[in-house]
């Protein structure tokens, strides 16, 4: 464990990818945890800079681009700016959020390949890679799907299966196309440069076990990966998207957005502080930490260590707090598929409610496992303890203050057992929201912060001014004096985590001077302060507004399995005699009618040429009768009758078209037709 002493605190939060906007997922993973420590070490008054920016290569932007006919600059720049929009009007609040397509960056990240390559830290290698021909072009793994070895999914990728979750290599897949021209591309030799991540093994196993107070999560991946032993990795690749690597005789090829992304948190960091930023990155007194989710934990404590470690003059970070993930609704979140609750939506459709949110997903942090968000728990969070324990307990004091003394704060008369145990219940919460922030323990520390309006709730409670105003009119002034107090550290110790609302609370406390280091003390408003009259903190969210949210996921999901349908496997072959043996024709509906007490069945009266029949069809929960009426619609004329327990008697059968979320379709000709007209 690393007991060094540091003067300041650099954070980087992981870079979004400018492929998309930010989704829940990505907030409790990194951004909203980052933001609460970040918040925290200002409110201690330490020195400490917030780093962020987009990631803007890579293939995925590519194929969005030429999926959607245009150039991904245009791609790049739209999510962009969505994502760095969204993160202001959330309000998590970086110093800097750049991007890695700006000029900074590219001179960084060239510079920074360079002196690793004039130090003879890389490795050049042959190795063979997918061609396709006809857009003369090497392919990404991203560009080449076909069959997944494992699950036989027909649609992997080159590097991933997203059916099973197996990480793939391109020369795995059964049967490969190239998503660029459809054609099956060949191997070809190409050459690039490699990171001996091996050569590195030697200092990073002794380094990572040296930090016994990173998560478990953290040092059980790389123990993993350590175990497995390092391999070299590509630091280049074949793409006309991305920084070209700085070598001659290095056509048509580019940093690997692995490399590349992570230098961003420097350029970013040069671009804020162009004459400073060297104190942040290479004093040893600087103390670094990456926050990140899961899927990065490999790249921030194995390969961007090993870059910093091969450049020489970087420090290494002390700690990358990263979490699990958050799945929504019990199902993954998936960019790709949308199943997701996207920030920019989000605060569209709940106005002025970023702290429900920053809430919530706090409340369910995956710190150590997987978590998930529903949306009948973010009501529930947001009506049962913001409301009805935080908002509750603040409404009862300055109500009554408002009530009794006019929004004047009573003066402390002589405190009872009762005051004084209330007191000390929560001088302490200082210490202990301090040990659980310094261990990024965010889930804990929020719960903390939540005891004081309980503390407060019950103090209220128990000691009922509403009552004692009548017999002990004093007595009720020290009573909401200590509640005053209580309300004025709740607004100190939920500023980390619930900015906006301790803003809030300290308007309706008439803007006393509160200091983190107050934090548990009993004389933060004085007597006699005037305070405004006050309004509700939160406010109660709505059933109606939840099913707003899950019809939308309803719509999302239904719309997937649309597009992701399969019909259902060819029944066994029949002859073609047999076929023959149906007798397929057009009638026009005359009548229609439920059936009474069949809820399924509805009754057609059906001009067919003849002497008219009636078939009785069990749509009657995809069809009002009157649509049917006049129509004309195929049925089957030869089969035989069937009488149901009513006594009514069906003379044949209508056909209609089973759709994938299970509604029906009549099938109907293109034209009228005469009545009895045969179908073959």
């Known amino acids: 464990?690393?007991?060094?002493?540091?003067?300041?605190?650099?954070?980087?939060?992981?870079?979004?990818?400018?492929?998309?906007?930010?989704?829940?997922?990505?907030?409790?993973?990194?951004?909203?945890?980052?933001?609460?420590?970040?918040?925290?070490?200002?409110?201690?008054?330490?020195?400490?800079?917030?780093?962020?920016?987009?990631?803007?290569h890579g293939v995925p932007v590519t194929i969005r681009a030429r999926k959607e006919g245009c150039t991904v600059q245009e791609v790049v720049d739209r999510y962009h700016y969505l994502i760095k929009q969204s993160f202001e009007d959330f309000g998590i609040s970086f110093d800097v959020y750049s991007r890695t397509t700006s000029d900074t960056h590219k001179k960084v990240a060239s510079d920074f390949f360079r002196k690793l390559y004039d130090k003879g830290e890389f490795l050049e290698r042959e190795s063979e890679q997918y061609y396709d021909e006809e857009a003369k072009t090497f392919l990404a793994d991203r560009y080449i799907t076909g069959e997944c070895p494992h699950c036989h999914n027909p649609h992997a990728y080159g590097d991933q299966c997203e059916k099973c979750g197996k990480d793939l290599s391109p020369t795995e897949l059964i049967n490969p196309e190239s998503k660029?021209?459809?054609?099956?591309?060949?191997?070809?030799?190409?050459?690039?440069?490699?990171?001996?991540?091996?050569?590195?093994?030697?200092?990073?196993?002794?380094?990572?076990?040296?930090?016994?107070?990173?998560?478990?999560?953290?040092?059980?991946?790389?123990?993993?990966?350590?175990?497995?032993?390092?391999?070299?990795?590509?630091?280049?690749?074949?793409?006309?998207?991305?920084?070209?690597?700085?070598?001659?005789?290095?056509?048509?090829?580019?940093?690997?957005?692995?490399?590349?992304?992570?230098?961003?948190?420097?350029?970013?960091?040069?671009?804020?502080?162009?004459?400073?930023?060297?104190?942040?990155?290479?004093?040893?007194?600087?103390?670094?930490?990456?926050?990140?989710?899961?899927?990065?934990?490999?790249?921030?404590?194995?390969?961007?260590?090993?870059?910093?470690?091969?450049?020489?003059?970087?420090?290494l970070p002390d700690n990358v707090p990263s979490n699990e993930f958050l799945n929504l609704e019990d199902d993954k979140i998936s960019t790709s598929r949308n199943w997701a609750v996207w920030l920019h939506e989000y605060l569209q459709d709940f106005p002025g409610k970023q702290d429900v949110l920053r809430y919530v997903l706090t409340a369910n942090a995956p710190e150590t496992k997987d978590n998930n968000f529903t949306w009948a728990d973010f009501q529930a969070r947001n009506n049962n303890e913001l409301v009805a324990v935080y908002g509750n307990f603040v409404n009862r004091a300055l109500q009554l203050t408002q009530k009794y003394y006019e929004g004047v704060v009573p003066s402390c008369g002589e405190l009872t057992e009762s005051d004084l145990a209330t007191i000390e219940e929560f001088r302490g919460v200082k210490t202990e929201v301090e040990r659980l922030l310094?261990?990024?323990?965010?889930?804990?520390?929020?719960?903390?912060?939540?005891?004081?309006?309980?503390?407060?709730?019950?103090?209220?409670?128990?000691?009922?001014?509403?009552?004692?105003?009548?017999?002990?009119?004093?007595?009720?002034?020290?009573i909401l004096y200590v509640s005053l107090q209580l309300v004025a550290n709740l607004a100190i110790a939920f500023e980390p985590f619930l900015p906006n609302s301790s803003a809030k609370l300290r308007e309706m406390l008439a803007n006393p001077q509160l200091a983190w280091d107050q934090l548990g003390q009993t004389d933060l408003l004085a007597a006699g302060t005037t305070l405004p009259k006050p309004e509700l903190l939160f406010e109660k969210i709505e059933d109606e507004t939840i099913q707003a949210q899950l019809d939308k996921l309803a719509a999302i999901k239904k719309q997937n399995e649309q597009e992701n349908h399969r019909a259902n496997d060819i029944k066994p072959t029949i002859a073609f005699e047999d076929f023959e043996k149906l007798d397929i024709r057009v009638g026009t509906v005359t009548a229609c009618e439920r059936v009474p007490k069949m809820k399924k069945l509805l009754r057609f009266d059906i001009a067919d040429g003849l002497e008219n029949r009636v078939i009785v069809s069990g749509i009657a929960q995809h069809y009002e009768p009157e649509q049917l009426v006049g129509k004309q619609v195929c049925f089957i004329a030869n089969l035989a009758p069937r009488t149901f327990k009513n006594g009514l008697t069906s003379e044949g059968m209508i056909l209609s078209a089973l759709n994938a979320d299970g509604t029906l379709a009549v099938i109907c000709p293109e034209k009228n037709v005469l009545p009895g007209s045969e179908v073959g």
Not at 24 to 52: M, T, W
């Open 1 to 56: 464990m690393n007991n060094k002493t540091f003067n300041r605190t650099l954070v980087t939060a992981a870079l979004p990818y400018a492929n998309g906007g930010v989704h829940i997922g990505h907030l409790a993973g990194v951004y909203v945890p980052s933001d609460i420590y970040v918040r925290y070490l200002r409110l201690r008054k330490q020195e400490v800079l917030f780093v962020c920016g987009s990631d803007e």
């Open 438 to 478: 310094d261990t990024f323990r965010f889930r804990d520390a929020q719960k903390e912060a939540m005891n004081l309006a309980r503390i407060g709730n019950k103090y209220l409670a128990d000691a009922e001014p509403w009552k004692v105003i009548k017999t002990d009119p004093e007595r009720v002034k020290t």
């Open 180 to 315: 660029v021209s459809g054609s099956k591309p060949v191997l070809r030799k190409t050459k690039h440069w490699y990171l001996p991540l091996d050569k590195h093994q030697e200092w990073l196993g002794p380094w990572i076990g040296g930090h016994s107070e990173w998560r478990p999560n953290v040092s059980g991946q790389c123990k993993s990966w350590l175990d497995m032993g390092l391999q070299p990795r590509a630091v280049s690749r074949d793409l006309d998207w991305g920084i070209p690597v700085p070598v001659e005789g290095a056509e048509g090829k580019v940093l690997y957005v692995w490399f590349d992304a992570p230098i961003g948190y420097i350029s970013n960091t040069k671009e804020l502080l162009p004459d400073s930023w060297e104190k942040w990155w290479k004093s040893e007194d600087t103390r670094l930490l990456h926050f990140i989710g899961k899927d990065n934990i490999v790249f921030h404590c194995i390969v961007f260590p090993a870059m910093l470690k091969a450049e020489g003059s970087f420090i």
